[in-house]
């Protein structure tokens, strides 16, 4: 079952419209459309404060929604033997090293070699659970991101892991090498995401539709490289650590592209190569960089079955510690920083 409780923002809507667009963002992969909720609401399967209700309801703040879902349907998608680098796993949840380059899951003009794709080989008794399109997805990351990643493997880690990303109490932190010098050593971004509202595929904190989400963003400097003459916005490379402490869609490569540093490799928010080629850059293999540089490092959350705080660490790509270890050599710091050209000694309290 699960449990909703009605922000301020949300007072006044009607349920059926809140919950098909709440559900919606939850479970992407089971299509949630208004007239499913109003079907599952007349049914009984939906009530609001304990009590059965209508789909025209009016919320107010601090309502409580609960949701039975109905059970999982069994996944018609092929499971592939695709390698996967697991870090730890048990009856209940599986944590991985996503590989750069590896869908989650299948989409449009992807139906295979995907993420879900090799769970489905490794573990047959996935199907089904969260979804039939995204089995076992409680989180994403981007394709071109690698790192760690949590997946449910019951039912009961599916709600339970869902409603920790959804209450904000996982912990996430990533490496990011980005264009440009920061002013400090440490700070937050704050600033709402939407969807553009002309290229569809792109988020913006500028220019966003209606009803923008909230987004934050905390930062430090992990290390900095000077890559070119002074003076230049890309003169400097940084290495950053970051700490989203919300999980919007390429928030962070949204939100350091629009303060002026983005992410090294990034196709679609960043600078363009042919600019940065007739510039004055002394490391070429930052042009050629063929992705994002973006690698979610630590995850930390609760076992969704005896509530035991879990931490994990993901190693750096190898083409991320190749760049970094090519920037320290270069500047001639005799070696990388603790082998790989991040100063452990900086972390977030």
Same mark, same amino acid.
């Given at each position: 079952?699960? $449990?909703? &409780?009605?922000e301020s923002e949300h007072q006044g809507m009607r349920l059926d419209l809140f919950l098909a667009q709440q559900l919606g963002i939850l479970y992407p992969q089971d299509g949630w459309s208004r007239a ?46 695709? !390698? ?23 989409? *449009? ?6 993420? $879900? ?9 996935? *199907? ?47 490496l990011a090498l980005v264009w440009g010098k920061m002013v400090g050593s440490r700070g937050v971004i704050d600033r709402p995401i939407g969807r553009h509202r002309t290229d569809r595929k792109r988020m913006?904190?500028?220019? =966003? ?12 400097? *992990?290390?900095?490289?000077?890559v070119g003459p002074e003076g230049r916005s890309w003169s400097w490379v940084t290495l950053l650590r970051l700490r989203p402490h919300t999980g919007r869609t390429h928030q962070l490569r949204v939100h ?7 992410? &090294?490799?990034?196709?679609? =928010? ?46 750096? !790509? ?7 270890? =090519? ?14 050209? $991040? ?7």
């Amino acid at each position: 079952m699960l $449990v909703i &409780v009605v922000e301020s923002e949300h007072q006044g809507m009607r349920l059926d419209l809140f919950l098909a667009q709440q559900l919606g963002i939850l479970y992407p992969q089971d299509g949630w459309s208004r007239a499913a909720v109003q079907k599952m609401i007349s049914g009984g399967r939906i009530t609001l404060n304990r009590r059965t209700t209508k789909p025209s309801a009016h919320l107010r703040t601090r309502d409580r929604i609960e949701v039975r879902s109905p059970p999982a349907r069994k996944t018609t998608l092929t499971a592939e033997p695709v !390698p996967l680098e697991i870090l730890y796993e048990d009856e209940d949840c599986m944590v991985i090293n996503k590989a750069p380059g590896t869908v989650v899951h299948p989409g *449009a003009g992807r139906s295979s070699g995907t993420l $879900v794709n090799a769970l489905l080989h490794h573990c047959p008794s996935l *199907a089904g659970v969260g979804g039939e399109r995204r089995p076992g997805i409680v989180h994403r990351l981007d394709k071109d991101t690698s790192g760690v990643m949590v997946i449910a493997k019951s039912a009961l880690a599916y709600q339970h892991l869902t409603l920790q990303f959804k209450e904000r109490s996982v912990v996430k932190e990533y490496l990011a090498l980005v264009w440009g010098k920061m002013v400090g050593s440490r700070g937050v971004i704050d600033r709402p995401i939407g969807r553009h509202r002309t290229d569809r595929k792109r988020m913006t904190s500028l220019r =966003y539709v209606a009803r923008p989400r909230e987004a934050i963003t905390e930062w430090q400097v *992990a290390n900095a490289f000077r890559v070119g003459p002074e003076g230049r916005s890309w003169s400097w490379v940084t290495l950053l650590r970051l700490r989203p402490h919300t999980g919007r869609t390429h928030q962070l490569r949204v939100h350091l592209a629009e303060r002026g540093n983005p992410v &090294v490799g990034d196709g679609v =928010y960043g600078w363009k190569r042919q600019a940065l080629s007739q510039s004055r850059l002394e490391v070429p293999p930052l042009l050629d960089f063929p992705r994002q540089a973006l690698h979610a490092e630590r995850l930390v959350f609760d076992h969704p079955r005896t509530g035991e705080r879990l931490e994990f660490r993901a190693p750096l !790509p190898e083409d991320m510690r190749k760049l970094l270890q =090519y920037l320290a050599d270069w500047q001639g710091r005799g070696g990388m920083k603790n082998e790989r050209g $991040v100063d452990k000694q900086v972390g977030f309290p």
